[in-house]
T-cell receptor, first 114, second 113 residues
C-alpha cells in the first residue's frame, strides 16, 4: 500500500489567495483526519470524517477553513482567503476504525503564506 | 478538561544510554494511549499503543511503555538508544471512540555520539 498521500508537499502563496490541500487515504480506511502542526500550538485536530461524513469540525479555526470528502479516496482542506498565521504543516491521517485504531499519517503539506 | 502533558520539551542522551520520556494525561476513565514518533520532515509513525490488559506494552524499534493508572502516566522507555532514534516523540490519548486524539506538545530527542 502506498500509504496516505498528500499533495502538494510544499505550498507558498500570498496572503488573500485560496489554498487547497489534498489527501488520499489508505484504501479501506473509514476515518480521515486533518491536523495542523505549528511550533506554538503543537499538533491540533482540525476535522475528521467517518465514511465521508464530517463528524467533528470543532477544531477548524474559522470560516476561512473548509474541508470536504466527496468520496472514500479523496479529501480536500481549503483555506480562503489565506493569512500568514495559517502557515503550518498540515497532516492528513486515516484509520480503519475510530480513535482506538492506529492512525496512519501522510508526509504533510508545508504551507507558507507570505 | 482532557489534556496530555509531556513535561520534557527537549532531552539529550548519549548513544547506548537508556531513555525514558514522560507522559501524563488527564481523564476520568481509562483512556486509550499512544506514542508516535516524527522524524524530521516526515509524518507521524505509531510506536505502540495501550488499550487494556498488560500495562507494559512493547512497540517497534525496541521501545516499550508502561501504563500506571495511579500516576496517570504512560512513559516511554528504551534500554539502549541508537543515533537513529533522534526525532520528536508524541504521546496521545483517545477518549472513548470519539475519533479524536489529543496530542501532547512533544519531546525532541537528541542523541549524542
Amino acid at each position: 500500500d502506498a500509504g496516505v498521500i498528500q499533495s502538494p508537499r510544499h505550498e507558498v502563496t500570498e496572503m488573500g489567495q485560496e489554498v487547497t490541500l489534498r489527501c488520499k487515504p489508505i484504501s479501506g480506511h473509514d476515518y480521515l483526519f486533518w491536523y495542523r502542526q505549528t511550533m506554538m500550538r503543537g499538533l491540533e485536530l482540525l476535522i475528521y470524517f467517518n465514511n465521508n461524513v464530517p463528524i467533528d469540525d470543532s477544531g477548524m479555526p474559522e470560516d476561512r477553513f473548509s474541508a470536504k470528502m466527496p468520496n472514500a479516496s479523496f479529501s480536500t482542506l481549503k483555506i480562503q482567503p489565506s493569512e500568514p498565521r495559517d502557515s503550518a504543516v498540515y497532516f492528513c491521517a486515516s484509520s480503519l476504525a475510530g480513535s482506538t485504531d492506529t492512525q496512519y499519517f501522510g508526509p504533510g503539506t508545508r504551507l507558507t503564506v507570505l | 478538561a482532557q489534556s496530555v502533558t509531556q513535561p520534557d520539551i527537549h532531552i539529550t542522551v548519549s548513544e547506548g544510554a537508556s531513555l525514558e520520556l514522560r507522559c501524563n494525561y488527564s481523564y476520568g476513565a481509562t483512556p486509550y494511549l499512544f506514542w508516535y514518533v516524527q522524524s524530521p520532515g516526515q509524518g507521524l509513525q505509531l510506536l505502540l499503543k495501550y488499550f487494556s490488559g498488560d500495562t507494559l506494552v512493547q512497540g517497534i524499534k525496541g521501545f516499550e511503555a508502561e501504563f500506571k493508572r495511579s500516576q496517570s502516566s504512560f512513559n516511554l522507555r528504551k534500554p539502549s538508544v541508537h543515533w537513529s532514534d533522534a526525532a520528536e516523540y508524541f504521546c496521545a490519548v483517545a477518549y472513548g471512540n470519539t475519533g479524536k486524539l489529543i496530542f501532547g506538545q512533544g519531546t525532541t530527542l537528541q542523541v549524542k555520539p
